[in-house]
């Protein structure tokens, strides 16, 4: 349900990538600033919100979270409706979700348009980046953001609170520039 508060703006983003890339653990870190190694679903839940002020205005991140609907596919329009950015997770220690990430983004294209008609922007988080075993290289991931269209990336880590911020700051930027 969107909704207007009283003097600022609410915005529907959705978390998408996938499953096991730390989707649930960037919305809790970022809404909670707790990381909780075996964090589970809370059935149900469809989404976390965060209160940011910028340039003095009260802005609502709505992050919604496919909450184990992984399986490519199964996501609905409906799921995807209204939302005004996505942010696509992959896992930097499993480069199949790199892989991934660009069948989430053809099917963020596929289905969602702003009102404008145009596609909505998407950030593409590149997480676990506290790991060693990384299999990715920033090169690889600066082309693929690139050549699909991603208005930016970030490094980041949900477990160490590295790049949420940013990437999220630089997010509230964009949805600001395009309203
Ligand atoms: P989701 O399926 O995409 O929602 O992924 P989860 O948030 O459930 O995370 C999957 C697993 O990866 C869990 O065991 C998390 O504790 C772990 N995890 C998530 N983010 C990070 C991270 O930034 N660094 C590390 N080391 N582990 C992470
Ligand atoms: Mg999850």
Known sequence: AEKIDKDGQL????????????????IKRFTEGVFTPNYKITIGVDFAE???????????????????????????????????????????????????AKKWRDDVMDKVLLPNNEHVP?????NK???ENQQIEDEQINEFAETEGFFKWFKTSAKDNIGIDNAMNSLVDKLIELS
């Open 11 to 26: 915005y529907k983003v959705i978390v998408i990538g996938s499953f096991a890339c730390g989707k649930t653990s960037i």
């Open 50 to 100: 965060a209160q940011l002020t910028k340039n003095g205005k009260e802005i609502t991140l709505q992050l919604w979270d496919i909450a184990g609907h992984e399986r490519f596919g199964a996501m609905t329009r409906t799921y995807y409706k209204e939302s005004s950015a996505a942010i696509i997770v992959f896992d930097l220690t499993r480069e199949m979700t790199l892989h991934e």
């Open 122 to 126: 998407m950030i593409l988080l590149a």
């Open 129 to 131: 980046c506290d790991l």
